[in-house]
């Protein structure tokens, strides 16, 4: 298979991001594109092989930046789009080969700034935070199946309050986040300092994430 970005224009009208992008996969053109209806709505728009893609009208106000990952690395570009504010908001489009076309995963605002596992990559975790000045966070593990959200894990952060510094780890279970304790961490032994949580994030899913499956 082969990605090729042909050209990519960008220009502001109004502070909301505006594009006209062109792939080259599998010798068919992939076109993403925006037209900026009026300074609260913004028409998104998109064809592959001269069929229509995605034509979806989507909120302006506040909307960052678009970006164009390939987010399950199936080697066609998907769309994420960027709202900010206290804390930033984020919306997936995921191409479906099969169907030719763009699906929004409804529930990826609640599952931000995710990564990929290393380890399994079907899996991926979030993060954001929950209050504190960012003592206080929270990191999901889940996979994403006929383009829905399925959670399995759930990490919660709590640095804030000096007797209760603890870091627990849930295998979700029905959707219930706090189903059954997988782990139970004191916080600052654990991390050490502010910084070193991401990288503690990221070495946990990947190596017990066959505890959650």
Known sequence: MTLLLLNLATVTIAQIPSFDT??????????????????????????????????????????????????????????????????????????DPIGKLYKNISNYMSFPDAVQLKSNPKYFYSYHRAGCADMNWVSDLFRIVDFKIVQIGHMDGQGCDFKKELIQIFKV????????????????????????????????????VRKFE
């Not at 390939?70 to 191409?95: A, C, E, V, W």
């Not at 782990?183 to 910084?195: C, E, G, Q, R, V």
């Open 22 to 95: 062109t792939y080259k996969i599998n010798k068919q053109t992939l076109r993403i594109s925006t037209k900026v209806l009026d300074s609260n709505f913004v028409l998104l728009n998109s064809k592959y092989a001269s069929r229509i893609a995605l034509h979806d009208t989507i909120d302006g106000v506040g909307l960052g930046n678009i970006e164009f990952p390939d987010f399950d690395n199936d080697g066609y570009p998907d769309i994420l789009l960027t709202y900010f504010g206290n804390n930033p908001t984020y919306y997936l489009y995921l191409f």
């Open 173 to 208: 279970i029905n959707d219930k986040e706090k189903g059954q304790l997988i782990a139970k961490l004191p916080y600052i032994k654990t991390l050490k300092n502010f910084d070193n949580k991401w990288e503690f994030i990221e070495k946990y899913w990947n190596q017990n």
